[in-house]
């Protein structure tokens, strides 16, 4: 079975405009139509905001939870590590899609004789001091619970001043994975992983290190990318560029690879 994977699509809850959307909708029902299903591992960030409420559903959504509902209907594994974005998704989200929800990460799985690490990205590594002192604080039950007792508007609209993340990037372009994370991805690879697969930096970009590959995903804001990781260790990994006009052959092309 065939692993594909990626990242940071920053889902805007519809009416609002997003530069990704019916791109990485029409690459979900490319998906469905292949005969054999794979599997599908979403690195996170999949929504711009996320908060699983006990009785609402945040809105908005509707298309892309059917797309994905339909997607592991048809056969495919459907998989789902959280990023700093979309780390409160659980029960509510895995019954809407059928996915699959690893809210620890690293996830480490052996496939097709390779050892494969994936992880989003978000406080790994060094640098990003400040976030990942708060990371424990805002990801803990008392947290949660405490946003959970506002009303979901304005539980939404608070999120909102705290989740501009994906509007700033659109204003940058990142020439290299930053060093924290590549640092990290190097010393996962020394402990035994053959592949580290990383989401968050938004560059779509695979990187032989001295202990393997480290792949970046990129995103669906700007370079609608996706990775395919074939189920055969001769094979090489592909990073590749989703084009709705192309669908997933013909249109497609590597992302640079760096050294």
Known sequence: MDLYLVSDLHHYPEPAPHPGREAFFSFLSDLGRLDPPGALWILGDLFDFWFEYGTVVPAGHERLLSLLRNLSASGWELHFLPGNHDFAAGKRFAASTGAAIHSGEPVVL?????????AHGDGLGTGDIGYRAIKPVIRSRPARFLFSLLHPDIGIRFAKLFSGTSRRILRRD???VPAGLEGWADGALSAGADIVVTGHAHLGRITALAGGLHISLGDWLTRMSYCILPDDSAAEPLLLTYSPNEGLSGGTHPAERGV
């Open 110 to 118: 052996d496939r097709a004789g390779r050892r494969l690490c994936f």
């Open 174 to 176: 990142l020439d290299h």
